[in-house]
């Protein structure tokens, strides 16, 4: 895919007309035409120029429409295949990506990550009591955007946590939503110049707890997230229980394997949990029945049980991998649960 998205203009206007001809003579040959039945496309002037033999003719009109859709079929191909081969290279992934999203409260900040030497930006939402009580200090939860997301996609999350404090089904709590890079799976690279690890854990979580009025302790400190954040979060959370009290996953990307990420990952960060840290910590995790990552959970969970991990899964009937509905369904629920922890961990 990759390849085809960087191959010139002419070879996606060849496989068009090599398409176009293929299903074409098809139809011909289906309607009981002559099989010497033949189209010539060309890209000169955009014009379409067809040729006949002998008695036959062709109507050029009547395959418009297949014409149509064949070509539109084509170009989401090619942009797709574009958009994918840009993801995966960092070189190409922007940091800072300055959004108003219009939710009170929710302001965009920026970070110079030194381990990167780039400006890192972070959406961060500040509860209303943040300003009306400038003595007290608050909680955090940091909320992981998938692959191909950004600080600024996923942050709508905010209007839900801003409606849950006012009604006062929360705590006051700050949301702070950092960009994770495209495709990082929040992991320092070995390859390139990527180190989400340290951007999140170390970086941007010190930043936090210097600039604003956090409680800096693990038990006041929490991660969520979806797809690729949600197994990040989960990840890191048993990476570093001793910064992070709990976790939270919407369709979690978690690993597949004690033998993923060359031994970084939930299987082996689990087993490192110390029998304190094992009957503390605790794991949220919401994914639909139809999603292709549902099937990474039930080893997972199964490994946690048998360590006495406490969990709570919930499965959404005939949901696919919808970040949108997984929030209408749960995503209240989710923030609930994670306001549950801080309240139990005061």
Not at 51 to 69: E, I, Q, T
Not at 111 to 137: A, C, D, F, T, W
Not at 295 to 318: M, N, Q
Not at 338 to 343: A, K, N, V, Y
Request: net charge neutral.
């Amino acid at each position: 895919m990759a390849a085809f998205a960087e191959s010139s203009p002419t070879l996606l206007v060849s496989l068009c007309s090599f398409g176009l001809s293929y299903c074409i003579a098809e139809t011909s040959t289906r309607r009981g035409r002559r099989s010497d039945l033949m189209l010539l496309l060309s890209c000169y002037n955009e014009r379409l120029v067809s040729v006949s033999h002998g008695r036959s003719f062709f109507n050029l009109k009547s395959y418009v429409p297949l014409m149509a859709l064949f070509l539109v079929w084509v170009s989401a191909f090619w942009i797709m295949a574009q958009a994918n081969a840009a993801d995966q290279d960092p070189n190409t992934w922007v940091w800072n990506n300055p959004k108003d999203l219009g939710i009170e409260g929710l302001q965009h900040q920026t970070l110079h990550s030194k381990s990167m030497n780039r400006q890192v930006g972070y959406q961060i939402y500040l509860p209303p009591q943040y300003k009306s009580e400038p003595r007290r200090r608050f909680p955090v939860v940091y909320f992981l955007h998938g692959a191909g997301g950004n600080e600024s996609s996923d942050a709508g999350l905010a209007a839900l946590v801003h409606t849950e404090i006012l009604a006062e089904r929360i705590r006051p709590t700050i949301y702070v939503f950092p960009n994770g890079g495209k495709r990082s799976g929040y992991r320092d690279s070995k390859e390139s110049y990527v180190r989400a690890e340290t951007l999140l854990v170390n970086e941007l979580g010190t930043a936090i707890d210097q600039e604003f009025r956090t409680i800096d302790n693990a038990s006041s400190r929490l991660l969520c997230g979806f797809s690729m954040g949600g197994g990040g979060a989960v990840r890191l959370a048993l990476k570093y229980p001793d910064r992070f009290g709990a976790a939270a996953s919407l369709a979690a990307a978690l690993d597949t394997s004690i033998d993923s990420g060359g031994g970084d990952n939930c299987y082996v960060h689990a087993s490192a949990l110390s029998e304190e840290k094992r009957n503390d910590l605790r794991l949220y995790l919401v994914v639909g029945d139809e999603d292709f990552l549902y099937p990474r959970h039930d080893p997972f969970l199964k490994f946690l049980k048998t360590l006495g991990v406490a969990y709570t899964l919930v499965v959404h009937s005939e949901v696919s991998h919808n970040l949108g509905v997984l929030s209408r369904l749960s995503a209240d629920s989710m923030i609930r649960f994670l306001d549950r922890q801080l309240q139990s961990q005061r």
